[in-house]
């Protein structure tokens, strides 16, 4: 069926299966150095969650500059046509590609993954750059929502002489349409009052969103995986300060990955890896699709944003490949917000 999952699958930058005579990938220029980046072909990206979103952003920035890419994904059968045709720029830049459509989260698959990534890649390739970019959180509500009547739209349905239904439906018609100013009478977000936030879902969200990096980074380092100078890099929002309705289990993850990823810069940096987290400003990807009332966070980010627009995962994107580069070795331990000013603008367009 359609939508069974399809892993895992290594793919080389032609998009075929890798024959068993690999001596052939193995050519005098695999070790030329990319006189801008100071990428070498044997420099490896490995993205985890790299098949949407920031991930894919910035597995195809990488590319473009000459570094080697490795993504883990997981995605059902029927999302691969929309997948394959983003794989194949990577493909086309250049670049070495290897593709696992495998659950990052699953141990035993991290170890299958790695040694694949040797076989694949030669005895020489080295991980520069490592990437957390899964979005597998619960984002269900702590407690039963309790709605107050919007007595604004109250007032201005009888002022205008309509019914409030009627300026309800017209309001949400043309907030949909993008009139971010008409949030404050737009419908409120609706959230599923049946279940909420249990010790589970915490416990898996926080893993899955956060402290999974880790084991990642723990099992590059005593496989000697690791590049000389590499980077580490996770993902976080301005959730991680900021109450957001069903963002609970989210935000925690996302402070237990900065916490993890400050303790990394410490412990990690003898031997030579640097640690940081990306704070992206408020982004049009799958996983903000998925938060309840994500419509009104878009509206709220651009009405808020100096630059009047959403952070895009290019953006971020170019963040990380910046951050990658030899000149930025000595950034290290820092949470990087990369949102045109989004957070620390107090004024509203």
Known sequence: MDDTPNFPSIETSNGSTRAANRATTRSADRETTDLTTGFERDDWALILGGSSGFGLATAQKLAENGMSVCVVHRD???????IEPEFEKIRNSGAQFLSFNADALATDKRDEIL????????????????????????????APEKVEPMAGRERLAERLGVSEAELSAAVDELFGEG??????????????????????????????????LLGWAQTLLARGLFA????VFGLTSEGNEVAWKGYAAVAAAKVAL???????????APHGVRSNVIQAGVTDTPALAAIPGSSHLKA????????????????????????????????????????????????IR
């Open 258 to 268: 900065e916490s993890i990823s400050r303790s990394m810069a410490v412990e990690l």
């Open 228 to 231: 000389d100078d590499a980077r």
């Open 76 to 82: 059902r059968r029927g999302a691969m046509a929309r």
């Open 300 to 347: 709220a980010a651009r009405q808020r944003n100096p630059f009047g627009r959403l952070t895009t995962p290019r953006d971020v994107a170019n963040m990380i490949y910046l951050l990658s580069t030899p000149d930025a070795a000595w950034v290290n331990g820092e949470v990087i917000r990369v949102d045109g000013g989004e957070h620390i603008s107090g004024a």
């Open 115 to 142: 040694a694949a990534l040797v076989t694949e890649a030669g005895p020489e390739a080295r991980v520069k750059v490592l990437l957390h970019s899964i979005a597998f959180g619960n984002l269900k509500l702590i």
């Open 179 to 212: 009139a971010d100013a008409l949030q404050s009478l737009a419908s409120l977000p609706e959230y599923p009052q049946h279940s909420f936030i249990e010790d589970e879902d915490l416990e898996r969200t926080i893993f899955s969103m956060g402290t999974s």
